[in-house]
């Protein structure tokens, strides 16, 4: 039996208060009377050119004030087990699912913004019971899905300092009480961040797998003399992709309490702010429906409303700004990583500069899927865990 193995045999399933989202009828009935209440303004391009397309947005919130079913997808989150527990004085909420197979690994999967644990819903039941999706036993995992700290049902933080860093000092807290002294770390966006500094700082992390690197650009020597011209054409692709669109860092690491009051109060500018980001960084034609449905979107979009998380999820902006760790991120991470750049992600750095991150062992290329990985293609990023980790810890 390895290391690894013993290892899983701690982890703990009944750890924390056990947690069942119900959202009140009548926090329902206000979405509703909010959404047809909505001033609408006026617009000059029928497009996403200057921002979130009305004419979408309206048949949206139509939808989403008629037709949406929040009971169903309510029941369909209740499907996994949820959990409290009081991690540095603050409740912290996660899946905690346990695989069916005695062997399977620990696996950390993280968040980013504008996304919730809601993002991975289509892959928990693939990952930890693979002999029921087409995989097989030795691809199981047990699956941790925490909510980031101020997102959804883990409560704001009432102090300044919670960055990134902080979160992976949490997080490292609560797979250690979960019994886990060994797991692997997924993650992109905000997750990826994260993700780093567990595996710079948590012995018990022995392997990263991110959907979106940081990788810094090399400073004295040609940063391009071991990057192919594909590698470069997807690092240039990338970078024009978000060239006009990177405003909202600004406000959000500056005053996302003022932005705030507007978004906390109408739904309508809540979905328009966090769906143009859906359609912005997701790999589509031009209708972002075609990469994650109308129903993942707004199941994702209500959960921030129904918490009244959206300044406190933007205010990591701030705190990763204003009160940043030192370094902002490890100048290397010596643990197994592996990488899946798919096509339409906001930033694709190539190998060469990866490697002077992390100890890069495995690197694909996806053929489809972007920034929300685990809603756009969770197929491929099922197949890419299973063979990219199972690799990184044999």
């Not at 797998?209 to 990338?238: Q, Y």
């Not at 912005?280 to 409303?305: K, Q």
């Not at 009160?323 to 190998?351: C, I, M, N, R």
């Not at 996806?366 to 491929?380: I, M, N, S, T, V």
Request: charged letters at 20%; glycine letters at 8%.
């Amino acid at each position: 039996m390895t290391a690894m193995s013993v290892a899983l045999q701690a982890g703990r399933p009944d750890v924390g208060e056990s947690f069942t989202i119900r959202i009140p009828d009548a926090d329902i009935e206000d979405l509703h009377r909010r959404l047809q209440m909505t001033r609408w303004p006026d617009s000059i391009d029928d497009d996403w050119t200057d921002g979130t397309n009305l004419r979408w947005l309206q048949e949206v919130c139509d939808y989403w004030a008629q037709g949406f079913d929040w009971r169903a997808q309510e029941r369909d989150l209740n499907r996994f087990p949820q959990f409290l527990l009081d991690v540095a004085g603050k409740p912290l909420h996660f899946i905690h699912q346990r695989s069916p197979q005695p062997h399977a690994r620990p696996l950390l999967l993280l968040h980013g913004w504008p996304g919730s644990f809601v993002e991975f819903r289509h892959v928990i039941d693939a990952l930890t019971d693979p002999l029921a999706h087409g995989g097989r036993a030795e691809d199981a995992f047990h699956v941790v899905v925490p909510s980031l700290p101020g997102y959804g049902f883990s409560p704001a933080p009432d102090r300044h300092g919670c960055n990134g860093r902080a979160c992976a000092e949490r997080f490292k807290t609560l797979m250690a009480t979960l019994g886990y002294r060994d797991y692997l770390a997924q993650g992109g966006d905000w997750g990826s961040h994260i993700a780093t500094w567990l595996g710079a700082l948590d012995p018990a992390c022995a392997a990263l797998h991110l959907n979106l690197v940081f990788a810094r650009k090399p400073r004295s020597e040609d940063p391009f003399a071991d990057v192919s011209d594909a590698e470069r054409a997807r690092l240039d692709a990338s970078r024009q992709r978000t060239r006009n669109g990177l405003g909202y860092q600004e406000i959000q690491g500056t005053r996302p309490q003022t932005l705030g009051y507007g978004l906390n109060d109408s739904p309508a500018g809540l979905a328009a702010w966090i769906l143009e980001k859906f359609h912005a960084w997701s790999d589509h034609d031009g209708d972002p429906e075609s990469a994650i449905s109308r129903d993942d979107m707004l199941t994702n979009v209500s959960l921030y409303w129904f918490t009244h998380s959206i300044t406190s999820s933007m205010r990591l902006y701030y705190e990763q700004r204003q009160h940043p760790s030192d370094p902002p991120l490890p100048e290397y991470v010596d643990k197994p990583t592996a990488v899946a750049a798919f096509p339409q992600e906001l930033h694709l750095p190539p190998p060469a500069w990866i490697r002077r991150s992390y100890r890069l062992m495995h690197y694909t290329v996806q053929p489809r899927g972007g920034h929300f990985a685990a809603l756009e293609a969770p197929d491929l990023l099922i197949a890419d865990l299973r063979g990219a980790l199972a690799s990184l810890t044999a």
